[in-house]
């Protein structure tokens, strides 16, 4: 049976050099192509997507794994061949389901509404990307109608992102966390605002840049490995383990953007740094979910990030940097300024206490699109009541309302909500890590971030993609992905600091 | 037919597709790729190569030639469809037959021979690489036989890189050039020397890159289909036509190395962003062949670059960047130094009037080689020898001499003469430049480059790679590839630097 086994993960590296590929032509796209490369570049990646898609989906792969789902069940489950044998299939049913023709259509729809939302959004422009939109939910209703029967349409959307968590499950969840979330911030809301002026000062990008370096140096980030360029946009991305880049943008008229920028994609790129390299050039050699992976970006940026015991650590070299800016704001000052909590329009910029209010939002409005009950159209209008609703702010333009997200040029839907199950499961790991590394806050104090990593190294990072999110979770923490540790965590951190 | 057509089109599209990601990945290697990038990029290349061959070489493409043979028949010769199925077919019979064992085993014995190579030359040890060159000599033999039969062994190699060139056509070429190169260096070795001490002062990198880059934006190099990075071994490459990359190194200690190395890939990235947009994703969408490449090249870099006309214009702005190091150094004196004459050793620092020589050399080695009338044993011998009847210097060591280039450790035979076929064709071109643009040369003194790229346009760039390079220069100049030009050029312009 090894043969066979050898056979499939053959057929599967030559799969993951497809997607390797793909990724870096996606990476040079945001990062340093000309505008001229765009319809080539769009070709590229819709070739090389139907190749991987056609390799995967032949008829090979489905014999190969006929006979090696027997033998994974004589298998330790735990097993990485065991893993990779039940995700590949679990894949594979997916795949078949799929027509050659749709992903390589896809692939074309996507990029050039991309190009249209980027224009829409400059010229704040909603009408210019509607038509690009209404075909992407289109397509994204006929991709669910390839999974039926469902119980819900957006569980197949959902499922790509977090295998196995159902549209019920996260309704749950948001459902019970959002008025308490609201509650939070109106009575924030009723009291003195904190200062945070000085985080809005001219900062030169490339001190900014040196530190956030520096920082996520510290953190373990091995740039051996990897390596930090600016994009608009920002994210991680990687081209096998070797080699798992950041991004970041810099605005030197706002600190917190490239700061908490760098130390939220340094959070992603560390655990696909931890990936077992035995897991390389097969489907488990990533991240377990999206959902996970926030995980870990919301716990580098936000919880170290944001707390006091970093800055006890980092703050003088900070002040050292911008002597004119921070040199009379202390600890305490700058502690409360960079845990503001102000409903805003802009949900990158979002703090803690709002930023699941805006995902809250955008999941409604996904299944509302999706169910049809919203038409496109319309879909500007519903943005700026819900805002209204939740947050109490109304955007004056569609560009920092509705158009502000990438992600529905790139045809993501399903994908909003695993931002506000990361930070869940990055508060329940948290209190975990706690447990386990008594004297965490003191060596965190101390710029010491080994032992956290070592602790998410065997927890977390090794095992890749080898178990579901909530097997993952459940495995760790003793349960599965739930808002309790999250919503104590906002209600004593803005408590202490907002006096309420 | 045109179905027929259509279908082969498509197939040629996708191949296109995975030249260009390869491509991109190679790129990304050699300008921002992490160390711990090397593995897998090896492996995605290795696939997306292998790929596009079996792709290319299959029955599919084979038979759809068959059927097309005769319509391309029907056709205009000079038409886009004719040419491409005409390269097509020519390619194609080229690929199938060689073996696929060849190919695996190919690539195996260079990739060896690449390290082997690079620790010789690190330990000036030509006996640790001659093995490897040896079985590189025994496999281009082999190559070789499988196009018997053939006039000459070296033609089938000459042709993978000018397609339709033969041996005995370079041969005579360059026999009658040789000792009128040799009398050339002989007199000017007879004069006093220029001063070119200025050029090896301190050159501040960025002041360089921006030079650099005004003046290819003069020539017409569009920065919306391209961009500039920097590579330890420059080199130009493109992702599609709308895609063209050049890379420079820069020495902040000789001014010559950023400046001409971006005058001459501006040259051939000129020429890519000029092929006709019809011929994307095609065969036939990009340069005919290395020699006509490397006319553009040279072009740029000599025939414009190393120009009195040209310094008449960009001399004051060059002078303004760097006025301690050029602010007493007049246009006559800067003109002179950039066009020193000295017999070097090391081919890449070659001046004009010696570059030409160098590539005798290796051409008479690889010939003899291929003829087995020289032992790779004795290869370091003859080297020193020819250096010192044609340049009148010997290399110290053999790592500045018989292993100071890449290219027979990657095993590649049959090259190097493109490079001096390039400087012939630059001046055959240049010659018909100038009589059908009488006033190029104030043009060229009041930074008008638009009417010269837009005769190159129409004359070189557009055809891409549809007619073979001794068919397009005769197109051109009324003749095939000749010396006559080229020794002109150097005795009129050296002739006057030095007063001969």
Redesign the interface.
């Known amino acids: 049976m090894q043969d066979k086994l050898d056979q499939l993960k053959s057929i599967l ?2 799969i993951s ?2 997607h ?3 990724a ?2 996606s990476w ?1 796209q945001q990062c ?10 769009g ?2 990646i ?3 997507s139907s ?1 991987a898609h056609s390799k995967f989906v032949s008829e090979e792969v489905g014999s190969l794994l006929e006979e090696l789902k027997p033998y994974a069940e004589t298998l330790d489950p735990e097993s990485d061949d065991a893993c990779l044998i039940e995700v590949t299939d679990r894949d594979y049913q997916k795949s078949i389901n799929v027509p050659n023709e749709y992903v390589a259509e896809w692939a074309r729809v996507t990029t050039v509404a991309h190009g249209a939302w980027e224009e829409a959004r400059a010229n704040n422009d909603f009408s210019h990307f509607q038509p690009h939109l209404e075909k992407i939910v289109d397509m994204r209703r006929q991709y669910a109608d390839f999974f039926k029967p469902y119980t819900h349409v957006y569980d197949p959307l959902l499922d790509d992102f977090e295998p196995g968590m159902t549209t019920a499950e996260v309704q749950e969840i948001f459902t019970g966390m959002r008025p308490k979330q609201v509650e939070l911030i109106k009575a924030i809301s009723e009291k003195p605002q904190v200062d945070d002026s000085f985080l809005h000062l001219h900062y030169e990008d490339q001190q900014q840049w040196e530190f956030g370096e520096a920082a996520i140096t510290k953190f373990g980030y ?6 930090q ?1 600016k994009a608009a946009h920002p994210f991680t991305t990687n ?5 798992v ?1 950041i991004t970041t943008r810099v605005d030197e008229n706002f600190l917190n953007t490239a700061l908490f920028g760098t130390l939220h994609e340094a959070g992603h790129a560390i655990y696909e740094q931890g990936v077992a390299a035995e897991l ?2 097969t489907p488990l050699g990533s991240g377990a979910s999206l959902a996970v992976h926030e995980s870990q970006s919301r716990m580098y940026e936000n919880l170290l990030g944001r707390s006091y015991d970093f800055w006890v650590h980092f703050y003088p070299s900070l002040q050292e940097r911008f002597k004119t800016q921070l040199g009379n704001v202390d600890l305490d000052t700058f502690y409360k300024g960079i845990n503001k909590v102000e409903p805003s329009l802009i949900r990158v910029e979002a703090d803690e206490a709002t930023y699941n209010l805006h995902i809250m939002l955008r999941l409604e409005l996904e299944i509302a699109l999706m169910e049809g009950k919203l038409k496109v159209a319309d879909l500007p209008q519903a943005w700026n009541d819900r805002m209204e609703d939740y947050l109490g702010v109304v955007p004056a333009t569609d560009a920092e309302g509705v158009l502000q997200d990438v992600h529905w040029s790139a045809g993501i839907l399903g994908y909003f909500p695993t931002y506000a199950l990361g930070n869940l499961v990055s508060n329940q790991l948290w209190e975990k890590i706690n447990l386990d590394i008594p004297d965490l806050s003191s060596q965190v104090q101390n710029g010491n971030f080994a032992e956290l990593l070592a602790w998410l190294r065997e927890n977390v990072h090794r095992h890749g993609a080898k178990f579901k999110p909530q097997h993952l979770v459940k495995r760790v923490v003793g349960s599965t992905i739930s808002p309790e540790a999250y919503l104590k965590y906002l209600n004593d951190k803005f408590g202490a600091i907002y006096e309420l």
Chains 1, 2 share one sequence.
């Open positions: 590296a030559i050099d497809l390797g590929a793909t870096l032509l040079d340093y192509m000309p505008p001229g490369g765009v319809v080539d570049r070709n590229q819709g070739t090389l190749l091995d740039w051996n490995r990897g390596r360029d081209f096998g383990l070797g080699d880049r390389e050039r």
